[in-house]
């Protein structure tokens, strides 16, 4: 494989980069906020589009951006869209429990994937005789 030489794209830190369905922006999370940001890539421009979304919570669409943003003061979290025409947000459904990471939906939009943690933790466990050598 051959490409040309890496050319920093954002300014103040970023991951979860998705490139939108037009091939005009990337939109990512800065590091360390939870904002969410898109770049212009033909002008290197730089703007806010949401205040909070949640590590690997957003899922770039032709419509809008659907995304879980960071929990509230009162725990509440919820899935939500933004909408590229109006440029508002509203919350399509509050969820009960902790969000796991990623969401995606459907190339149609009718349908969209989640995970929902219904417990946190796990178990320890101890093995005892092993002889490691």
């Keep these: 494989m051959e490409g040309g030489e890496p050319v920093q794209v954002t300014k ?33 421009r730089e703007e806010q589009v949401l205040p909070s979304v ?8 032709d419509a809008g951006i659907y995304f879980s943003p960071e929990a509230g003061p009162d725990g ?10 109006t440029r508002t947000t509203r919350e399509l459904l ?5 969000l796991g990471l990623g969401l995606t939906v459907s190339p149609d939009g009718r349908a969209l994937l989640f995970t929902q943690a219904e417990q946190a933790g796990s178990d320890l466990m101890l093995l005892e005789g092993v002889s490691i050598r």
Excluded: K
């Excluded at 970023?14 to 898109?38: C, T």
């Excluded at 949640?54 to 669409?61: L, N, W």
């Excluded at 509050?94 to 902790?98: A, D, K, L, Q, V």
């Design 12 to 44: 103040g830190g970023g991951r979860s980069p998705q490139e939108s369905p037009d091939g005009r922006y990337v939109y990512y999370q800065r590091i360390p906020s939870s904002e969410y940001w898109r770049m212009d890539l033909a002008g290197r």
């Design 54 to 61: 949640r590590f690997v919570g957003a899922e770039v669409t």
């Design 76 to 85: 509440h979290v919820g899935l939500w869209f933004y909408s590229f025409a």
């Design 94 to 98: 509050p969820t009960r429990g902790r």
